[in-house]
């Protein structure tokens, strides 16, 4: 008896308790992502050299803007340009290899504790694709050839 | 340049507090003045004992230098790496603002022409020997060439996994007109050993971190390519001084080799008698592993699993028409580009529309000198209207020809030179 009283009342207040649940889910995600990351900045209006410029990618540096995104942004791009980190592609392991390299022959310094978040966020927002053996033709921009030369 | 990207830095800096200035004012200037500190903490204590560069960020005028062709596609800023779209790449002779750019450190921010050395010294010179400008170009004989030179890298973006370094697509190549003298000369004029072995440049470019005394590239090549008739120290590219980002006032070259060892802002060559080992001469730095091995593979980075890569292998380039040209139906089209392979010569070249199934020849020229590229062209007639892809595939004396696919795999994604390709619609 008392299990279908349970039942009964359960199938009552479930929309509720789910909506509540939604709710504080909605409510977390907000403040979490904004507690952990910088707000993509306004997209600038001039575009034209970058491709895929979205609200997901830092404006300055190119770099995809994640959990880890601020360490990134201050340690690595001290040396070197962010476009050596958005035009490649590597696992975890291969991104470490690329940072004892860079400690052993370029002069970076002992990364301590940022060097898992590092890592993370590298090895979440840069992984490897799998292209085979050669990707496709990008599709062009097409234009009509009329004079020819 | 260094002042420059001082000025980028010092912006960077200022977007960073600018940052979001929608919403969530207070968590964002927290966030930014964190990020700023951050910086200041890294730059007072980590590195207290380095001069430190300022931070690298996308600056918001093009950091190509003044007189380069805006369409070229910037890879790095800092270091300054760009390459050429094959469409650009149709002239003869590369054009200064045509030719990709590729530095491995700083640009020198001083240079005086007057009072510009070279100095040839090393285990195997007999005397070490310094020379002015002005006695390079009157002690010796003038020579011209035109070499091509191209990136060991390029294609680089097509190896999967990606190797270390720029992505470059197939535009870190170019082929310009050089004038001064032979490397031969020079060093003969210092007198060479017998035990010499390999000759080593150095540069006046400073490296990325700043340190003092830290050389960004010190690359060579074997005596046997250095003593080359077309082994050049040149003052002149296309007839004018060499454009600052290209190694004004003197650089070294080397055609068909990879272009890392075609030094710029040359102060010093070494005559060694060993291989040389300067920076980047080492670990699989422009170097292949020795046996095949599958891709992504982890081998040691030593002498036992890895050599250095001598001549760049067989290569073509489409540079006309540009990729994406809707073409009316009927007429042929005309299709054109170069074609190169290291210390060899290029003896056939072929075009595809078929992916490879048939293979039509083209009209191919002789190179001017050695170590130049080489002319070719075609008309092609389409069957159809419709999606067509065009190829194109060079073979070298030896009868190599380039690979369809990427070929072998390497830690350093290096010579790729699979064949290029271009997308054409009849309509």
Known sequence: ?149 | MKSEENKTGAKSLNHTTGLNRRKFIFKSARMAAFTWGWGLFANRTVRAAQKLASPATLPDKSPLPAGKHPDLILLSDKPLNAETPPHLLDDAVTPADKLFIRNNGLEPTTIDVKTWTLTIDGESVKKNTVFTLEDLKKKFKHYTYQLVHECAGNGRSEFSPAGRGNQWTTGGVGCCEWTGVRLRDVLEAAGIKDDAVYIGYYGKDTHLSGKPGEVPISRGVPMRKALEDEALIAWAMNGKDIPLVHGYPLRVLFGGWPASTSGKWLTRISIRNKVHDGAKMNGHDYRLPIHPIAPGARIPEDNEHFRIIEAMPVKSLITYPKTGAQVATGKPLEVRGHAWVGDLQVKEMHTSIDFGATWQKCTLKEPRNRNCWQHWTTQINFPDKGYYEVWARATDSNNKMQPMLVPAWNPGGYLNNACHRIAVEII
Request: hydrophobic share 35%; charged share 25%.
């Open chain 1, 1 to 149: 008896m008392k299990e279908k009283i349970r039942q009964r009342n359960w199938h009552k207040i479930k929309p509720v308790v789910f909506g509540l649940a939604a709710l504080f889910l909605i409510l977390l995600n907000i403040t979490t992502s904004h507690s952990r990351q910088p707000q993509p900045s306004l997209v600038r209006k001039d575009l034209s050299r970058r491709e895929t410029l979205k609200d997901s990618l830092d404006t300055k540096t190119g770099l995809i803007i994640a959990p880890g995104f601020a360490v990134v942004s201050t340690t690595c791009v001290r040396c070197h340009s962010p476009k050596l980190i958005t035009e490649k592609r590597a696992t975890r392991e291969g991104w470490l290899a690329t940072i004892r390299w860079m400690q052993q022959t370029q002069g970076l310094w002992d990364l301590g504790k940022d060097e898992s978040v590092i890592l993370d966020y590298l090895a979440k927002n840069y992984a490897p694709k799998n292209e085979g053996r050669r990707p496709l033709l990008k599709t062009p921009e097409w234009y009509k050839l009329t004079n020819r030369q």
